[in-house]
């Protein structure tokens, strides 16, 4: 069994920063597909932002150039630093683990909120 704890949402102003950190238990991190899913209030989950175990990333279109995946390995430990935040960036924030045996993996969610 996989667990997934993120941390490092809060509230911030437009412009500012926030780094989210999601850390996950088990041996087979390294292995694994991260992602970072939004969800807004009335809106579906979005994909935000994903790495895969080779390091390529992927972004959506409304982050790009502003948000950041990385990953250590080492720390089984995936993040997404945003940078530029907006207002439509608010929404609680999730962390998937997507395992080469296609079994799939959520955290419990962090809310970032982004006032103007």
């Known amino acids: 069994q996989v667990r997934l704890v993120e941390s490092g949402g809060g509230l911030v102003q437009a412009g500012g920063s926030l780094r989210l950190s999601c850390a996950a238990s088990?041996?087979?991190?390294?292995?694994?597909?991260m992602g970072w899913y939004r969800q807004a209030p009335g809106k579906q989950r979005e994909l935000v932002a994903a790495?895969?175990?080779?390091?390529?990333?992927n972004y959506a279109d409304s982050v790009k150039g502003r948000f950041t995946i990385s990953r250590d390995n080492a720390k089984n430990t995936v993040y997404l630093q945003m940078n530029t935040l907006k207002p439509e960036d608010t929404a609680v924030y999730y962390c998937?683990?997507?395992?080469?045996?296609?079994?799939?993996?959520w955290g419990q969610g962090t809310q970032v909120t982004v006032s103007s």
């Open positions: 998937k683990l997507d395992s080469k045996f296609w079994v799939t993996y």
């Open positions: 088990g041996s087979i991190f390294s292995d694994s597909t």
């Open positions: 790495v895969r175990r080779d390091g390529s990333s």
